[in-house]
């Protein structure tokens, strides 16, 4: 009976695991090169860039923002 008991919370603790690790981070992993109007690579700069997810069409409402 223990080995029962004990192989289930096993399973539980595992199939737990896995439904908390397959959720999806909250942010969008990119990577971009920044250039400027004559098309060469900005180096040595900081720069600042705003990313945002529109509802259905491009002036619809922002349903994720990141900057």
Do not use: C, H
Not at 14 to 42: F, H, K, M, T
Not at 55 to 61: E, N, W, Y
Request: charge should be positive.
């Amino acid at each position: 009976m223990k080995k029962i008991i004990t192989l289930l919370l096993i399973t539980m603790v595992i199939g737990q695991w896995a439904i908390v690790n397959g959720q999806a981070p909250n942010a969008i992993p990119y990577q971009a090169v920044a250039r400027d109007s004559a098309g060469n690579p900005i180096a040595s700069q900081n720069i600042s860039l705003r990313f945002s997810i529109r509802d259905v069409i491009a002036t619809g409402i922002i349903v994720y923002p990141e900057t």
